[in-house]
């Protein structure tokens, strides 16, 4: 593979710097790599493949450089106002936000499921929310097999998904300091709010699961409902799937669909108190299912409980893996 | 109301402490009060409307004294065991535990909801499940004004709920220390684990909110599915509730439906950010909730966001509420 000039916008948040890591661990072709941040952030220092970096402040001519691929995860405001700039010079955006993922010519990927999508990016990539990547890649393989009709998620989401100061939050609302990041305490509480309120009732992070699963699923048929929830769990988000197919299944067919997929991890072993958990998910790059039983409530109905660490294959692990895809065409 | 003489069993565990609060703030007509408590608790001390008493072993004999009413809140082993004996001299048994609440000829009573089933009890009234009795209060007005057909539970539950040793692992687990209670540590993470797994693939709390909520409801007919997680949260437990009904509705009826009842608490006005959270519900007796929006994944969908005190309306002032309802005819 071609050696790749790299740009990553947003290096010194919790995502950039996890991208960094994941880039070392994955060996990806990295030939200059430049490194940007708010102008707070100018000036940290970075450490990449045993060479240390200086992180330059994002303006606009930030990609006159000879860049390749520009992996984005500085919020919404930043992927819409620089994505255009870099796509404008021939780069090819990846982009964490959510600014661009509903977009018609931006696809929306998660390797395991649509790599073939890359096919007709336009220049910018979406990566999708970090809840939505983890749960699709159980969902495809039975989708593919039984049809699925309709899904109802209820999400328990770690402080990581806010970046540093969610996790500053959490830790300081178990000394008893009070919260900054979020409108209400999360130490020993759970909050049913993730980003900001719709004028239909639910949280444009609900909105998210629902709409950007169809999209990765590329079926518009699909009936889906989400509660999503902050819960006081550093990284990894948990999710409870209830699942209602059009065709009828065998659960020791589910368990081998799923197992078939390098990026699942079947933990179900109930008996021996073993299924997925964040603490032990921490750090991984695979999707962990367990709790897999038949819902008797509804035909062709099934439950599973659906564990990633949303920081690596929720974002960063999930980037670097469409960096990888878009490397191979150039 | 006719002065009552009361036993409490299992008086100095979590949720018998709570109850002897509760009949204090209710200013429940005690005659005399006899507490009872493992040979671990003998001769604790308590003190009830500014008075001392001094816990005994429950054995046999326990109930050879004047009792109307015995508050059983010492586990499904304790109940089998004593709750046919305190019956047999014709006691009224209520019953936090599970040991009996599926029988026949014994009423499951939420007395928002059932109070009426008190009428055929047979010397012993189960207290249900604390995320069953929490989430019926909001069902039965919607069940009689709209019949329920299907239900989707998923459950965010506090520590509390396995009492002291529940409280402990948590605040162990933040100090880095090892888990007891738990089979995996609880601090910063989540167990989809609650009781002990059964043959199905279920956890017998799952099956106890399905097969409890019929019951309560008194609707074989109701088709509902569970999922059972154990959060870090000290107290309160809070529900993702999935509701599909037969008959259309509109959703400020369903306003008025729920707060016309002096039970629940709506607190729903997400532009303020204000809806139920744990931290805020410890401590009270109402059933809040929130998250009231309409699920067009399905006809006649509806989402709710339940939370209550588990250990208050969960359990004590459950069972404080049924031995009200009993006195009435002694």
């Keep these: 593979m071609k050696k790749i000039n790299l740009a990553v916008v947003g290096a010194t948040g919790m995502v950039g710097r996890t991208i960094l890591k994941i880039l070392e661990e994955r060996s990806f072709p990295v030939n200059n790599l430049y490194l940007y941040a708010s102008a707070k952030s100018k000036n940290t220092k970075l450490t990449f493949d045993s060479k240390e970096y200086i992180v330059e402040e994002l303006n606009e001519s930030s990609f006159d450089k000879n860049i390749d691929i520009a992996l984005f995860s500085a919020g919404g405001d930043i992927s819409k106002k620089y994505a255009p700039i870099a796509k404008e010079k021939g780069i090819i955006v990846i982009d964490n936000s959510s600014a661009w ?29 970090c809840s939505t990547i983890q749960v699709v890649v159980p969902l495809k393989p039975l989708h593919d097999a039984y049809k699925i009709k309709r899904i109802v998620y209820s999400t328990y989401q770690a402080v990581s998904g806010s970046g540093i100061g969610g996790i500053k939050d959490l830790e300081n609302g178990i000394k008893c300091l009070s919260n900054e990041k979020y409108p209400h305490p999360i130490a020993y509480n759970c909050l049913p709010h993730i980003d900001i309120f719709m004028d239909n009732g639910y949280t ?23 509660t999503t929830v902050r819960i006081p ?9 209830n699942l209602e197919f059009e065709k009828s299944f065998e659960l020791d067919d589910v368990y081998s669909c799923l197992k078939e997929n390098k990026g699942i991890i079947v933990q179900d072993d109930v008996k021996n108190n073993i299924y997925p958990m964040p603490i032990n998910v921490d750090g991984t790059d695979q999707v ?28 960063a692990t999930n980037a670097v893996q469409i960096a990888e895809l878009a490397a191979k065409n150039l």
């Design 101 to 129: 993922r509903m977009e018609k010519n931006v696809p929306l990927i998660v390797p395991e499921v649509n790599s073939g999508d890359i096919a007709w990016h336009n220049g910018i990539i979406s990566n999708p929310n």
């Design 233 to 241: 769990v550093k990284n990894c988000h948990s999710i409870s799937v």
């Design 288 to 315: 962990y299912v367990g709790r897999i039983r038949r819902d008797l409530s509804v035909e062709n109905g099934l439950n599973l409980w659906v564990v990633a660490d949303n920081i690596r294959k929720g974002a």
């Design 204 to 226: 444009k992070e609900e909105m998210k699961m629902i709409d950007e699963t169809k999209k990765i699923l590329n079926d518009d048929t699909l009936r889906i409902t989400a």
